[in-house]
Each structure stands twice: as C-alpha cells, then as structure tokens.
C-alpha cells in the first residue's frame, strides 16, 4: 500500500508541477514549440520509416565507434602506466 501511494504522490506531484510551470507564458511558448517540433519529426518518420531506420544505424555506428575510440585510449594509458611502473620497480 505505501509504494501504492508513493507511486501516485509522485505522479500527482509531476502533473501539478507541470501545470504550474504553464502558467509562465515564455515555458508554454517553448513547449507548444518543442510539441510542434516534435509533432513534425514524427510524422516525417512515420511516413518515412526508412530514413528513420537508416538515421538510427547511423546514430549507433557513430556511438560504436566513438566506445570503441575511448575504449582504445583506455588500453594506451593502461599500458603506459604499466610501463612506467615496470621502469620504477626495476630500478
């Protein structure tokens, strides 16, 4: 019963919040811009579902290669912090 009513305080609160933050007249004229856009982008994308589907692969090739890229960095300071240590001790 207590997550219950947790669940539905922090829903309420969310939905009160929101509410509140509409009656700035700049927030309700940044959101119905960002509905807008948004509104747009979806359609474009549902009449379009192969530009969308190529737009995500796109998106997920540059975000692999970009781990990849750090991933490698990683292993070039690991390996220089490994070198260093072994010229330490050896002295």
């Avoid at 009160?16 to 994308?45: C, E, I, M, P, Q």
């Avoid at 589907?53 to 990849?68: G, T």
């Amino acid at each position: 019963m207590g997550k219950r009513n947790l669940c539905t305080g922090l829903l309420i609160g969310a939905v009160v919040g929101g509410l509140v933050s509409l009656l700035n007249k700049d927030t309700r004229n940044y959101t119905k811009n960002k509905w807008d856009s948004t509104k747009t982008t979806a359609s474009y994308y549902f009449s379009n579902p192969t530009e969308a589907v190529r737009n995500v692969k796109q998106s997920v090739d540059q975000l692999n290669s970009a781990v990849s890229q750090e991933a490698q960095n990683a292993i070039n300071a690991l390996e220089q912090v490994e070198n260093t240590l072994a010229k330490v001790w050896k002295k």
